[in-house]
């Protein structure tokens, strides 16, 4: 695969704490650390969700629809799109 094992398990560190801190509402930090998952792997579907909700919670709607789109998560991108905000 793309990435060396000790690389998947970074990446999947980070992605598990951005979400913590972005359930503990702290979004500066969860959106960093789930911005470095995104880059170190672009094709993970939880970590872009998960940098979506991020996004649409500080206000980054077109960002965060973005996001959704390339996780392939259309439901929540089109509910952007319709102005939705529920989580």
């Given at each position: 695969?793309?990435?060396?094992?000790?690389?998947?398990?970074?990446?999947?560190?980070?992605?598990?704490?951005g979400?913590?801190?972005?359930?503990q509402?702290?979004?500066s930090?969860?959106?960093?650390?789930?911005?470095?998952?995104?880059e170190?792997?672009?094709?993970?579907?939880?970590?872009?969700?998960?940098?979506a909700?991020?996004?649409?919670?500080?206000g980054?709607f077109?960002?965060?629809?973005?996001?959704?789109?390339?996780?392939?998560n259309?439901?929540?991108?089109?509910?952007h799109?319709?102005?939705?905000?529920s989580?």
């Amino acid at each position: 695969g793309q990435f060396k094992r000790g690389d998947r398990l970074y990446k999947m560190a980070l992605n598990n704490l951005g979400f913590s801190l972005l359930l503990q509402e702290k979004l500066s930090e969860s959106h960093e650390l789930l911005t470095q998952a995104v880059e170190l792997d672009p094709l993970d579907k939880k970590a872009r969700n998960n940098l979506a909700y991020v996004l649409r919670l500080q206000g980054e709607f077109e960002r965060a629809r973005q996001q959704f789109l390339a996780a392939g998560n259309m439901a929540q991108a089109k509910d952007h799109m319709a102005g939705g905000i529920s989580p």
